[in-house]
């Protein structure tokens, strides 16, 4: 099974834009969820998704959003950047979340540089 | 508010050798479970090792192996047998409703 996909790799944008990353989980997961990964602050929850729906949302500012298709694909969006946005963006996957202990299975990552 | 805490930013083993990584969470869940990830350069993180809290016996995974204290809320990571790829960022995370909570990360350095 190929694993968790996320484009771009790297990206870099302009304070006051926009960015939308994207990930594609394991085939059969329908668990999405996201991270943010800075040296300060280290890993953070983001946000996860099932079936469309967001369950479970970390403590961002609204700028962050994300969304989940059908075929079970999230995109995450970030509107208005600022240069602390600058970080590793983690995608993770599962069949039906980590609630139950499930393993997440994480992609290689999106690195933003905001300037 | 979930906690996980790992108090060594850094650690490093002679290939070879064992070394433990410590780990201490703080949880209000009643059913939970922890998970020790790798993270090497490339930044791809890998799951090491997973533990159910409702277990008592300790989860092994090959050189890997947990020592899991629930009533110190304690979660270290034992690694025998170090090689040169075990290098790499660890960390320790407890699972909150649908999210993970990781703590700061252990950096494992490897010498030959």
């Known amino acids: 099974k190929a694993g968790v996909t996320q484009t771009p790799r790297y990206l870099i944008k302009t304070r006051g834009q926009q960015v939308t990353l994207s990930c594609s989980p394991i085939s059969g997961h329908r668990s999405v969820s996201w991270y943010q990964q800075t040296p300060g602050q280290g890993l953070q929850f983001l946000f996860e998704?099932?079936?469309?729906?967001?369950?479970n949302k970390g403590n961002f500012p609204g700028r962050f959003s994300g969304r989940q298709f059908s075929n079970s694909r999230s995109e995450m969006n970030v509107s208005t950047l600022e240069l602390g946005d600058s970080a590793l963006y983690l995608c993770?996957?599962?069949?039906?979340?980590?609630?139950?202990?499930?393993?997440?299975?994480f992609g290689p990552g999106t690195r933003l540089l905001v300037l | 508010a979930q906690t996980v805490t790992q108090s060594q930013p850094e650690m490093s083993v002679q290939e070879a050798e064992t070394v433990t990584l410590s780990c201490t969470y703080d949880t209000s869940e009643s059913d939970y479970y922890l998970f020790w990830y790798k993270q090497p350069p490339s930044r791809q993180m890998i799951l090491v090792i997973r533990q159910e809290a409702y277990k008592q016996q300790n989860a092994t995974e090959n050189r890997f192996s947990v020592n899991f204290q629930k009533a110190a809320k304690s979660f270290s990571l034992k690694i025998s047998d170090s090689q040169l790829g075990d290098a790499a960022m660890y960390f320790c995370?407890?699972?909150?409703?649908?999210?993970?909570?990781f703590g700061k990360g252990t950096s494992l350095l490897v010498t030959p």
């Open positions: 995370a407890s699972n909150s409703g649908y999210a993970l909570n």
């Open positions: 993770a996957s599962s069949l039906e979340g980590t609630s139950r202990g499930e393993t997440q299975y």
């Open positions: 998704y099932f079936s469309e729906t967001q369950r």
